[in-house]
């Protein structure tokens, strides 16, 4: 059995009492104008009050509807080229409001070999790549990555990739209810993007020196202290 949203629902009915009433005021002020009743001018008024009241239940349930839309699980996949200095990385992040489950990918024209091998042989994308490799679960936010390789290596193999890389999202929301997303990867950052926008790698790599360095300090000024000292 289908199951309808409440708020698709109610949007629904108000719609159809915004019709009706909208329909009555027509027929019933066009025949005030060519016969003036009391009657007739009572019944014109309380259906433009129940248009007023449909036209605002109609934008209350529009209203619901965005809300319930915006809690839907909305994961997606994406290369991120600034998370890991040099190296790209395939994400799946939930940027929807609840959990999903269940989450892997359907790529359209096979699973792709874009993924740097030990010996730098193309390997396909076996991350979330079937329901048997599925993500269990991705809370609101959180999100789940494997590395692709170094960033001119996957920039070669997706020029030479003949399909674009392009899908669906298969996934579970809290109810049980199966979902298939199109996806679409977007690439072409390779051909005009910096791969690394900013120096923050740069300087946390630097930053994991800094106690080596400043124990060599040490040790070279207690050596001189030592060599003063004599």
């Known amino acids: 059995m289908t199951r309808f949203p409440l708020a698709a629902m109610g949007n629904g009915l108000a719609l159809i009492l915004v019709l009706l009433s909208l329909g009555t005021m027509v027929y019933f002020g066009y025949q005030f104008y060519v016969e003036p009743k009391p009657d007739i001018a009572n019944v014109f008024t309380g259906a433009g009050a129940v248009l007023a009241a449909s036209v605002s239940a109609l934008v209350a349930f529009r209203s619901v509807a965005i809300v319930e839309e915006s809690q839907r699980p909305y994961p ?137 360095m400043l124990e060599k300090m040490s040790e070279s000024l207690a050596e001189i202290s030592k060599a003063l000292a004599q």
């Open 76 to 212: 997606y996949p994406y290369i991120d080229v600034k998370s890991r200095q040099g190296l790209s990385l395939i994400k799946i992040k939930n940027a929807g409001g609840s959990a999903a489950h269940r989450v892997y990918l359907e790529w359209d024209g096979g699973v792709p070999s874009i993924r740097q091998g030990p010996q730098n042989e193309a390997q396909p994308i076996h991350f979330a790549g079937n329901a048997e490799h599925a993500i269990a679960v991705l809370m609101p936010g959180d999100e789940q990555a494997t590395m692709l390789g170094v960033h001119h290596w996957v920039a070669q193999q997706i020029k030479a990739n003949k399909n674009e890389l392009k899908g669906k999202v298969v996934f579970r929301d809290a109810k049980g209810k199966v979902f298939r997303l199109p996806f679409f990867v977007d690439t072409s950052f390779y051909e005009w993007a910096l791969a690394d926008e900013t120096e923050l790698l740069k300087s946390q790599h630097a930053l994991t020196k800094v106690p080596d």
